[in-house]
């Protein structure tokens, strides 16, 4: 008697604490992309699920896909949990594979771009208001799940993550891939998606757009020489944006191309093949 009514008491006692649900052995999971900075990570999970990156609530839609991505400086581990609609769990820990980064210097840069004069603050500042605004929102669809093709191809005269020196002075990292191409040159969508912000008066970047691939997966697209599109458009991969220049903080013409997902900045050129195979594919244009 002792025992069953320790037993009861037993039970009693862990009734009275939340237990969380395992998750269901045919619970699906699938996440695809570069588990490594910069990397961006497209998942799947089941309709109704919902998901968080080391505490922060991803963008879900409601066929379970969402989108995530890791900064050039991220660490060794994330923590992805993702909790479906019947309370199942599951938790990932992901390794986060480390790079190694080069030092590129830059010479022959108008030194109002690298030590910026008083009178340029107020061009800086609007310049910073107009990106700050464009990223409160994020777009809506999953146009970043398809495969991504070279806005503009030519010579790579830069690359993510690289330390920068402009006139021999350090400045943040390089935080895109540059492809050298002469002024005019069409730039192209990557993939689908919203523009975001269209303006050709940004004091470092010169002509610049943001699209918006949605849940936030944002390509930049700088120092060009024409813009053809408005904040607002809906554009298809392959739609041509503008021109290739040498705006802003540039010695010569360029696409400079960017890519972040809610404040991390992601390598652009993990989504796509290799340049010599694009300009092969467009006839050697």
């Known amino acids: ?27 699906p999971l699938d996440l695809r992309g570069r588990m490594e900075q910069g990397g961006l990570v497209v998942g799947q999970a ?7 990156l080391d505490g922060m609530a991803l963008d879900v839609d409601e066929a379970g896909t969402f989108a995530f991505g890791f900064d050039r400086d991220h660490g ?8 479906y609609a019947d309370g199942s769990t599951v938790e990932r820990l992901l390794a986060v594979k480390a790079r190694e980064w080069q030092i590129q210097r830059v010479e022959g840069v108008p030194q109002k771009f690298v030590s910026p ?4 603050m107020a061009q800086i500042a609007r310049s910073t208001a107009l990106k700050d605004e464009a990223r409160k929102t994020r777009a809506a669809g ?32 390089h935080y895109g891939v540059d492809v050298a191409a002469p002024t005019g040159t069409p730039i192209r969508a990557p993939a689908a998606g919203i523009v ?25 697209m700088m120092h060009m020489s024409r813009i053809d599109v408005k904040a607002g458009q809906r554009v298809a991969q392959g739609d041509v944006l503008g021109a290739v220049g040498g705006t802003g903080r ?18 652009p050129q993990l989504l796509v093949g290799p340049m010599e195979e694009a300009i092969a594919a467009s006839g050697g244009n």
Do not use: C
């Open 1 to 27: 008697m002792r025992r069953a009514g320790a037993f009861l008491l037993g039970l009693l006692f862990m009734a009275s604490f939340p237990v969380a649900m395992p998750a269901l052995a045919d619970t």
């Open 46 to 52: 089941a309709p109704g699920a919902k998901a968080t």
């Open 76 to 83: 060794a581990q994330a923590k992805l949990n993702v909790t």
């Open 117 to 120: 004069p008083p009178e340029a």
């Open 142 to 173: 999953t146009d970043f799940t398809g495969e991504f093709i070279w806005p503009a191809t030519g010579p790579i005269s830069g690359v993510f993550g690289s330390q920068r020196y402009y006139n021999g002075e350090p400045r943040r990292p």
């Open 196 to 220: 975001t912000l269209a303006s050709e008066e940004m004091y470092f970047e010169g002509g610049l757009i943001f699209l918006d691939h949605g849940q936030g997966v944002t390509s930049l």
């Open 250 to 267: 540039a010695t010569g013409p360029h696409l400079h191309w960017g890519l972040y997902w809610r404040g991390a900045w992601l390598d």
